[in-house]
Structures are given as C-alpha cells and as structure tokens.
C-alpha cells in the first residue's frame, strides 16, 4: 500500500486510492499474461488500465512486460502532455480513452499472428473474420456467421498523425460488418481493449486466436 501512494503522490492526483491501486495491478497482470504468451517480444507492447475519467495507468517505454514493477507504471492524466519515460505510442491510449469514454483497458501486443495477418490485410485496409466460434467472444457478436472486421493501418512513427487517423477511422459508422474492438498496425501488431481489464484481456486473446486461426485457413486455400 505504501508504494501505491508514492505513485499517487508523483502524479499528485486525487484519484481514489484503491482504483489506482487496482488499475495498477490490471496493469502489472496484464504485461504478465502477455509475455507469457510471447506477445510483447523485447520489451514490445504497452497496456493501460483506466483509473477515472481523467486518468490511467499505463507502462513506461521499454520495460519488460513480463516483470512490471510499480516504478515501471506512469499515471498520466488524460488532458496534459505525455509524461517524461512514457512510450511514444502512449499517444494512441490516452486519444482512445478521450475519444471513448466507456473504454476502461486498452492493451497493445506485438503478437505473431497480429503482426503477420496485418501485412497481409493492409492493402484492403481492413481484416474481415467469419465462420469462426469464438468471434462470440466478441463484445456484441452473436454468431459465427457475423462478419467481424478488424481495421488495419498503415504503420508510422508519426504516432501523432497515425493517432489522427486512428481516431478518425473509428468515429465512422459501421456498415454491415461489426466493428471488433481492436485494430490492427501493419507489420506493427494488435490495439485491443474493453470497458473492463477482463473484458480487454478476453478480446485480445481472442483475436489473437482468431488471427492465428486465419492465418492457418489461408495457407491451405486459394
Ligand atoms: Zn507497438
């Protein structure tokens, strides 16, 4: 308990101490699942758990996500610049929680199946998944027959201008497709999230599943 209030003194929030706390830990236990599933390869990937309106957790740039210790989390609130020791790509969290505030865990991978599926679906700007059972895992998906579609952009270190697109890719009304919760950089790896620290981790797990599925169907039909 000590520790968490030194980090909430840092950031001289008034966050509630026990949802900073609990943020903080969504944080530490989502690093940890991902490295054990060879998700966020050499200090890769970035994960972040909303704390309030205002504010969130999220990993500094280039720690190890499969051993996160406090020191290694930054509380940054939504409305001032990224603080010194963030990732660069801390710019696509804190735009995403501003743009949706239901959003309560944003995870980002470096995933094998993400980063390779994304190449190939970058021409078409979009991935489309369907027949498969656990796109249900989905929030708002009800059938195998749905067809899900993944957004992908083109990768760039402008993270600002990437931003840009990102936010406004999304703010776009969905046509007959359900829009995942997820997009795809490519070459890059997979932006999941959900209103909850579960509900993130059960979405990026299965699309993850998903792009594995789909890189497997592809390799055995035309
Ligand atoms: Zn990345």
């Given at each position: 308990m000590a520790q968490t209030i030194s980090l909430k003194t840092e950031c001289g929030?008034?966050?509630d101490e026990s949802a900073l706390a609990k943020a903080v830990a969504g944080v530490i236990a989502a690093g940890r699942a991902a490295a054990f599933r060879h998700?966020?390869?050499?200090?890769s990937g970035n994960f972040s758990v909303r704390i309030d309106a205002d504010t969130i957790a999220i990993t500094r740039s280039g720690v190890d996500k499969g051993n996160l210790?406090?020191?290694?989390i930054l509380i940054q609130p939504?409305?001032?610049p990224l603080l010194p020791g963030?990732?660069?790509?801390a710019e696509l969290h804190t735009a995403l929680y501003r743009q949706r505030p239901d959003l309560g865990a944003i995870f980002h991978v470096h995933s094998p199946a993400a980063t390779v599926l994304s190449r190939l679906a970058a021409p078409e700007g979009r991935l489309l998944l369907t027949g498969?059972?656990?796109?249900?895992?989905?929030?708002?998906v009800r059938t195998h027959e749905a067809i899900v579609e993944i957004p992908v952009f083109a990768n760039d270190q402008d993270i600002s201008a990437l931003s840009g697109r990102v936010d406004a890719r999304l703010a776009e009304p969905g046509g007959d497709a359900i829009v995942a919760p997820g997009y795809l950089l490519a070459g890059h790896g997979l932006y999941a999230w959900g209103a909850t620290e579960a509900e993130a981790a059960r979405h990026l797990e299965a699309l993850e599943t998903l792009f594995e599925f789909e890189l497997s169907y592809r390799r055995f039909t035309p």
């Open positions: 929030s008034a966050s998700w966020v390869p050499a200090t210790q406090l020191a290694d939504l409305a001032v963030s990732s660069a790509e498969w059972e656990l796109q249900k895992a989905l929030s708002g």
